[in-house]
């Protein structure tokens, strides 16, 4: 029988791909040259869509294939989905959650640990030579005990509070309303007035346009110019340039950022400041939680194609 042909976004590790094509005949968009050729040439034979979180599928994109039933999203955030679009074809919509959760709670505690600590400065420090020439690295921030405000308690903020709990810190957190299993912890509904009383301020948040810019120019000059912000949802949570402006006057003292507008594309602003932690969106980033997600985008579509429930459904 025909494998069922599934237009691949991006790339993919080769078990990825190695699982994938049991099933499916892959059509790697993202190698195109000409991408509008590419997707008009195999309009009618595509069932399906491999995408990855920051790649989603466009309206434009959705429109084109009028045979699309389903799309799988290697991420947990599915925002770059025209989820419109896909529900007014009756299309599904599959992300991969859970499985990410402690790895990007992980990278976001290590992001908070290393800005606070001044690591990536320190070794440099010591690959500079500067710990011989100079002497002792300037002394830095503590961490444990300290107040740490999370927006949005969800399943990653979840596993970050728990995390900073070890930390002997006090918890603060924002969400739609008070969360039964966080009775140990603040609930302030204010983004500002978590910000307010946070030294380190996460955002853990659904990334989509009921969020965006929901950490504003005043809710960053409420972290202040001792607090730190880090980010391991998405760009668009943030007022991207009411945060350069507020590093660059040292209104707000620090940003850890896994994400970005335009990325891989970075405001140059960014590479100018000494004040910031940039990583490359890769909070998921280790080899078991993307096994894990691999095999969840190929078993919700092998689900899909098999008339089975879909395993992890968006709609
Ligand atoms: C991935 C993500 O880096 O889960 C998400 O929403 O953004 C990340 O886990 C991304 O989807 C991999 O392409």
Not at 69 to 75: A, D
Request: with cysteine.
């Amino acid at each position: 029988m025909a494998k069922i042909d599934i237009l691949q976004m991006g790339p993919y590790p080769s078990w990825d791909i190695e699982l994938l094509e049991k099933s499916f005949q892959l059509h790697p968009y993202f190698e195109a040259d000409d991408k509008a050729a590419f997707i008009a040439e195999r309009a009618d034979v595509i069932r399906g869509i491999a995408t990855r979180g920051e790649l989603g599928a466009s309206r434009e994109l959705i429109d084109a294939l009028p045979q699309l039933e389903v799309i799988s999203v290697y991420g947990v955030g599915y925002d770059a989905v025209d989820l419109d679009a896909a529900r007014a074809r009756g299309i599904r919509v599959t992300n991969t959650p859970d499985v990410l959760t402690k790895d990007v709670a992980d990278l976001g505690i290590a992001m908070m640990l290393a800005g606070a600590r001044g690591v990536i400065g320190a070794e440099q420090w010591v690959r500079s030579g500067n710990w011989g020439k100079q002497g002792l690295y300037p002394l830095q921030t503590q961490v444990s005990g300290k107040r740490v405000g999370i927006l949005g308690l969800g399943r990653i903020g979840y596993e970050v509070a728990k995390r900073c709990a070890a930390f002997d810190m006090e918890i603060a957190y924002s969400d739609l309303g008070p969360r039964d299993f966080a009775k140990d912890w603040t609930y302030i509904e204010d983004p500002a007035e978590l910000a307010a009383q946070a030294d380190f301020f996460f955002v853990t948040l659904t990334g989509g346009p009921a969020t965006r810019h929901i950490v504003s120019a005043a809710v960053i000059k409420a972290v202040g110019p001792q607090g730190m912000i880090i980010n391991i949802s998405r760009a668009s949570n943030i007022d991207e340039a009411a945060l350069l402006d507020a590093l660059e006057d040292h209104s707000l003292g620090f940003a850890a950022l896994d994400v970005f507008e335009g990325e891989p594309q970075l405001d140059p602003r960014f590479l100018a400041l000494d004040n910031v932690l940039l990583q490359p969106h890769h909070a998921s980033g280790t080899v078991e939680t993307r096994k894990a997600m691999g095999r969840l985008v190929c078993e919700n579509l092998e689900a899909h194609f098999a008339g089975r429930p879909l395993p992890t459904p968006v709609i």
